[in-house]
Antibody, heavy 120, light 108 residues
Framework: QLQVQESGPGLVKPSEPLSLTCTVS??????????WGWIRQPPGKGLEWIGN???????YYNPSIKSRVTMSADTSKNQISLKLISVTAADTAVYYC????????????WGRGILVIVSS | EIVLTQSPGTLSLSPGERATLSCRAS????????LAWYQHKPGQAPRLLIY???DRAAGIPDRFSGSGSGTDFTLTIDRLEPDDFAVYFC?????????FGGGTKVEI
């Protein structure tokens, strides 16, 4: 059974980078035509897609956040990473990692999410 | 970007009843059927229910069904069970950026 787990600091200071890791177990991030995505949900608001990536490095970002986000993969650790720079309080959210089973970006496996608060 | 509007915001029903949830897109999806539905309970990972507007994901009981195309989509849950009370949200993946609806809470 595939499992996805997000990890990282729960508190980040404004203007500092936010870095999260998604650890995948039960399958390889390199298997098949799987894509990996990050989605976030600010408190009291709806879900926002951040971006998707293929393990080889191809990335697809939401234009609204593209200038500040980088996604990468570490195949040796079976992990996907997210880095968001120049964070503000508006980046406070629950961040989810999820798998897209194909190049059609719906998500069939999600993590439970990690709350990241941006505050000094 | 495509805005997805879900209605109602909250649906109060009893076990055994049918739930009908709506997801309306601000413009027709370029790929008419690229709409997914998810179930989300507090503290848990969201669960894929439906993709391609009407295809059930693996392991999803046939009490859950999806329909619609273009701009109007519906998730129907027949014979509600206690475990079905949760938040349901839709997602379109036919146009970039991917977008999600605001969710419908199905409560007892």
């Amino acid at each position: 059974q595939l499992q996805v787990q997000e990890s990282g600091p729960g508190l980040v200071k404004p203007s500092e980078p936010l870095s999260l890791t998604c650890t995948v177990s039960g399958d390889s991030i390199t298997s098949g035509s799987k894509y990996w995505g990050w989605i976030r949900q600010p408190p009291g608001k709806g879900l926002e897609w951040i971006g998707n990536m293929y393990y080889s490095g191809a990335t697809y970002y939401n234009p609204s956040i593209k200038s500040r986000v980088t996604m990468s993969a570490d195949t040796s650790k079976n992990q996907i990473s997210l880095k968001l720079i120049s964070v503000t309080a508006a980046d406070t959210a629950v961040y989810y990692c999820a798998r897209s089973p194909t190049s059609k970006y719906y998500f069939d496996y999600w993590g439970r999410g990690i709350l990241v608060i941006v505050s000094s | 970007e495509i805005v997805l509007t879900q209605s109602p915001g909250t649906l109060s029903l009893s076990p055994g009843e049918r739930a009908t949830l709506s997801c309306r897109a601000s413009q027709s999806l370029s790929s008419s059927y690229y709409l997914a539905w998810y179930q989300h309970k507090p503290g848990q990972a969201p669960r894929l229910l439906i993709y391609g507007a009407s295809d059930r994901a693996a392991g999803i009981p046939d009490r859950f069904s999806g329909s619609g195309s273009g701009t109007d989509f519906t998730l129907t849950i027949d014979r509600l069970e206690p475990d079905d009370f949760a938040v349901y949200f839709c997602q379109q993946y036919g146009d970039s950026p991917l977008t999600f609806g605001g969710g419908t809470k199905v409560e007892i």
